[in-house]
């Protein structure tokens, strides 16, 4: 929160644009539970999935996965000098698969009924049932994870915050394990409809495809989310927090050109053992080398050149070129490459309402970590928690 809101001053443009994203997200929310979900979408049987899924979902989801990759580097392999990260990281993670599950109740034409295929009609045989159980235990995870900030916040719970913090490890592991389940599951959904996705986007590598660039996905977000963090949240910081900040982003530059060497090493794999080369000529053929040259290979050379040459500058643009790459696959996955034969009169293309619900939904978690962030203890730790060792 900036000083100017702090004291009072409550008409800054931040908070002008959100409240006009918030008014009309909530316009577009009543016309679509009181008049159904054609009033404000342009879905319909040949595209019943449209940016509610491949962006509110599916880029949420792999965005979110810093607090796994996190978590995991701190508490499983030992990189105690990131423990200022994990908060921050958890909570946005936290977030990203609250308001995936929140967004998602726009998208299914009866939202109450999202608990059935958990509580009452399990489709054991169906990927979808493996994604929204994952999802939903691992939104628990992180709740739980998220717990003790929240805990220390209010004192008198520091019971229960013990208890939460001895229970770190089993739920890091527990996170890491569904986090690759529900991100390759998510690539999956696709593999059973190979009529429908391009053949230079269909591989029977899209699972092992979309849950290593989840990881490459959340590393890049956890150094974008810190870039924008230090320079509107800097005043909440502590100095674990700030001493192991640019070890941190330098640390995931590298892992993340490794692994995107890797994922780039995938699409080439691919492309060659389905023997999809005559179809690079095509318009398609050029947009997915727009996808893979300028949002994989170069990102993936730019991280590595500010890893060797300690430039967090380029690092941290490196890191929002790598989102917008995600976003971009995500997107051509999930809309531009699927149902690619039909006429472009019966293409997609998502309407006024279906935007505004996606920009409600992200000012919805922009405020939801302003808020957090400015009252508990994420930056930094709590005064009387400074002896422990979580």
Known sequence: MSTETQKGTLFTPWNIVAGIILAAGVVVTIMRFTMGLGAVTN???????????????????ALAAGGYTTSAACYIFGFKRFHGAVRPAILTAFLGYALVVFAL??????????????FYQQGTTSILF?????????????????????????RGFDKYRDILVK???????????????????????????PSKLHPLWYTPYLPVMF?????????????????LSHKHFHHKMDDEYNLGYEDLQMAFSKAAAWIM?????????????????QFLGTGY???????????VALPCYAYAVAYRDRNLKLARFTALWTVLGIVLNRFNVSLVAFNWQLPSVDRYFPSAGEIIISLFVVTIGVIAFRFIVTRMPIFYVHPAYKDSSH
């Open 261 to 277: 060497a890797g994922y780039l090493a995938m699409k080439l794999l691919g492309l060659a053992m389905d023997n999809r080369w």
């Open 211 to 227: 849950f290593m660039s989840s990881m490459f996905a959340g590393m890049s977000m956890v150094i974008f989310e810190g870039t």
């Open 43 to 61: 879905l319909s049987d040949n595209n019943p999935w449209g940016i509610w899924i491949g962006f509110d979902l599916l880029c949420g989801v």
């Open 285 to 295: 053929g050029a947009w997915w080398l727009v996808e893979v040259v300028g949002f």
């Open 130 to 154: 493996e994604v929204g159980l994952c999802v939903f235990i691992y939104l628990t995870v992180l709740f739980l994870e998220y717990l003790p900030a929240a805990l220390e916040w209010k």
């Open 167 to 193: 229970l770190t490890m089993g739920l890091t592991i527990l996170g890491v394990i569904l986090s690759t389940l529900h991100q390759s599951s998510l690539g999956a959904l696709y593999l059973i409809a």
């Open 105 to 118: 109740n726009y998208d299914v034409g009866r939202p109450w009924r999202l608990p059935y295929p958990i």
